[in-house]
């Protein structure tokens, strides 16, 4: 008897000195896709986090940790979506920057918004349809949302956002976006941002628009191809362009002699 006492003794005494688990919640994900005219893109996404009771003080702590990685913060918080949501398969992320923003407080729970901002390459592709005139369609591919039965969707606590460049029209769109509501694709001139969400599927995902380059940008864009080209040529002449005038100074005043 004096042993199954014992026992639930202290069996009670490690369930009071457990320590108690953090909570960490993403209730919501808004990514945002912009495209460049290199076919590369600059993404942001933004997490809203909601944190319970004594989370909130370890939160703090992880903010005011140094050398803090994402990987890092996926275990910390127990979360597996944060993550890059849009990558390329055959190259890596460039420029990467991870903010976590400082905490909204709300009695004894509290809320932030951690901020991710990232480069990828390849996210359009590229075709030149007429002079000056190009068009930009969207890789699929590059979605790492998560996987359902039919493929790859939207959760039902995320957006996504592309915002194309001024001027651009938009020539196809599967599914059509949420945002700006509307049935017909012409409808959509002098538009920049396009949204999907609600659990929009993916697998099947398409989206182009074109882009017409004035002749200023056709002109810059003849000059960086050159230069790119050519660098380390230009750099080279230059080099021996710079050594050649400090010779001739040399020679004409240092000592002028020789």
Known sequence: MRKVL??????????????????FNVTYINVTVMPE????AHVTETYNLYITGPSVNQYNSYRQAINFTIS???????ISTLTEHIINPKSSIYGFEFL?????????????????S??????????????????YSFNDYVFNFAHTASG???????????????????????PLPDYPPTSFIGNYTGKTE???????????????????QSLGDEVMSYFSRIYSSYALVLYAL?????????????????????
């Open 6 to 23: 014992l026992l639930s003794v202290l069996a009670l005494l490690a369930v009071m000195i457990q320590p108690v688990h953090a909570y």
């Open 238 to 258: 230059l080099v021996i362009l710079v050594v050649g005038v400090v010779a001739y100074l040399y020679i004409k005043v240092v000592n002028p002699k020789v």
């Open 118 to 135: 990232y480069y990828v390459n390849n996210v359009t592709i590229i075709n030149e349809t007429a002079p000056r005139k190009f068009d």
């Open 194 to 212: 396009f949204s999907w969400y609600s659990q929009e599927p993916l697998s099947k995902f398409t989206f182009s628009y074109i882009v017409t």
């Open 72 to 78: 890092s913060w996926q275990q910390a918080l127990g």
């Open 152 to 174: 790859t969707a939207l959760p039902a606590d995320a957006r996504l956002n592309i915002i194309i460049p001024k001027g651009a029209k938009v020539v196809s769109a599967y």
């Open 37 to 40: 005219l290199n076919g590369s």
């Open 100 to 116: 976590p923003g400082p905490l909204q407080y709300s009695g004894t729970s509290a809320t932030a918004q951690l901020l991710m």
